[in-house]
């Protein structure tokens, strides 16, 4: 099977690929979200992650971002799913995120890694985080980890 794509591209708009990498992160029966709040007053709730920048894995990436949006310190575990995602940002910027999706845990906590202000880290059951999670490559990545951890 290949890679999923998500979302629906907008006609005549530009998505040009932006390699990313996401941690499904459990501690004690919950996941780890990410709320992310616009200047305007909406927002959007995903998975720890964000692009993989030049000469970084997209390990070092789960990681890095981890810590910038969360303050968590993980230990990143094996790749859950791959998935391709049509996204247009909170200021208009439109990319196809070809992310990676890893199984993580934390390791600590470190408020001084958290550097992106308008990030909120806060922990739900799994299911509970299907419902809140907006990107459906998010969800398709939840419902996966779900899925491995049954067998």
Not at 28 to 40: P, S
Request: glycine share 10%.
């Amino acid at each position: 099977m290949g890679i999923p794509q998500f979302g629906r591209p907008d006609v005549g708009r530009d998505y040009p690929d932006r390699p990313a990498a996401f941690a499904v992160v459990e501690r004690d029966g919950k996941i780890a979200l990410v709320r992310v709040t616009f200047e305007d007053g909406g927002g959007r709730t995903d998975l720890p992650g964000g692009g993989v920048d030049p000469g970084e894995t997209e390990a070092q990436a789960a990681i890095r971002e981890c810590g910038e949006e969360a303050g968590l310190v993980i230990d990143i575990g094996a790749e859950v799913v791959r998935a391709d995602h049509y996204f247009v940002n909170e200021k208009g910027v439109s990319r196809n995120t070809r992310g990676v999706f890893f199984a993580a845990r934390v390791v600590r906590e470190a408020a001084p890694l958290k550097i992106e202000e308008d990030h909120t880290l806060y922990w739900a059951d799994p299911h509970e985080a299907l419902l809140a999670l907006d990107r459906e490559s998010h969800v398709w990545a939840l419902v996966s980890w779900l899925r491995e951890r049954r067998a």
